[in-house]
């Protein structure tokens, strides 16, 4: 597959080549610091039609470090305000000599489409609710990092389940290299229908919480919710916020990451995100490897 549209349809063998080949960029750029030359003459194109620090600064920083040159769009100032689609502005920025494509949007399938008009490769950074794969790779890759392996672990994905790409993404992931997943959150947050995917479903998270290696804390999307959003925002720092009291119940080594932003005092309280229990920087500078790692193979694969 020379596109990186989603985790769904990727085998555990692949994503398991992708986590190795990350490892490896940190040893060869000594910990993401030194410039490597393997992707000097390729071209990167950040198309970002949805607001990002962490994707769209990493996706840039990796390119750079692998030699490559990079375009960064944002569609705020673009020509997109003068009529021009979604499709063509891909095009345009294509003919300019671009070999892969990062595509963030607000609509699930976005980056899809630019994958059946596009020559590039084509890596999906962020689909509105539907799959987020370098984010989920990038928090396997810190797991495996922090704990050695990730079979047999049991990770729970803890919060806005509904509109959580980032959940989707690790939900096929953790499960083909061999995790137990238990999405938690509110019922009006988790859809019935996600154990259709084979992960396990809890409303409690303190019930949960002493058979849990990972947690993952998944950002509440106030901006993708449709009329008020229940449970409030008190009531669920209460049942679902990871604090202190939470902490001294779970296991010793539990794990905590979150994908960002964080919203401090809602998801997490910052005891939590600055304790030593939080992995939140180390999946930050993981996601460095990752991206450079996929850019790496799909680059190869374009023939680069
Ligand atoms: N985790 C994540 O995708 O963050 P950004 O929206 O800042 O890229």
Redesign the pocket.
């Known amino acids: 597959e020379r596109h990186l549209l989603g985790l769904e349809h990727l085998s555990a063998e692949e994503i398991a080549t992708i986590l190795d080949l990350a490892d490896q960029f940190q040893t060869l750029t000594e910990g993401g610091s030194k410039k490597l030359t393997v992707l000097n003459g390729t071209v990167v194109a950040n198309l970002f039609f949805e607001?990002?620090?962490?994707?769209?600064t990493s996706f840039n920083i990796a390119a750079r470090r692998l030699g490559a040159d990079t375009v960064d769009f944002s569609a705020s100032g673009s020509s997109l305000s003068k009529g021009e689609t979604f499709v063509d502005t891909a095009l345009t920025i294509e003919a300019m000599g671009v070999d892969l494509v990062v595509c963030?949007h607000r609509t699930p399938g976005a980056p899809h489409l630019l994958a059946r008009h596009l020559k590039a490769g084509v890596i999906n950074?962020?689909d509105g609710t539907h799959e987020?794969p370098t984010?989920a790779l990038l928090d396997m890759l810190t797991i495996r990092q922090k704990l050695g392996r990730i079979e047999g672990l049991t990770v729970a994905l803890v919060g806005d389940i509904r509109h959580s790409r980032?959940a989707r993404s690790n939900i096929h992931g953790l499960l083909k290299l061999g995790a137990r997943v238990i999405v938690c959150g509110p019922a009006t947050l988790v859809p019935r229908t996600i154990t259709q995917l084979g992960v396990e479903v809890a409303y409690n998270l303190d019930e949960i919480l002493p058979q849990v290696d990972c947690v993952n804390l998944l950002r509440v999307q106030f901006e993708r919710q449709r009329g008020a959003f229940f449970p409030s925002i008190a009531e669920y720092a209460h049942l679902f916020g990871m604090n202190g009291d939470r902490i001294r119940k779970a296991k010793d080594g539990l794990l905590v990451l979150a994908?960002?932003?964080i919203n401090r005092g809602v998801e997490l309280t910052p005891e939590v995100a600055d304790g030593p229990h939080s992995v939140i920087l180390n999946q930050v500078s993981n996601g460095l490897l990752i991206r450079m790692a996929c850019l790496y193979l799909l680059a190869k694969k374009a023939g680069k």
Do not use: E, L
């Open positions: 607001n990002s620090t962490r994707t769209k963030r950074a962020g987020h984010q980032v994908p960002g932003p």
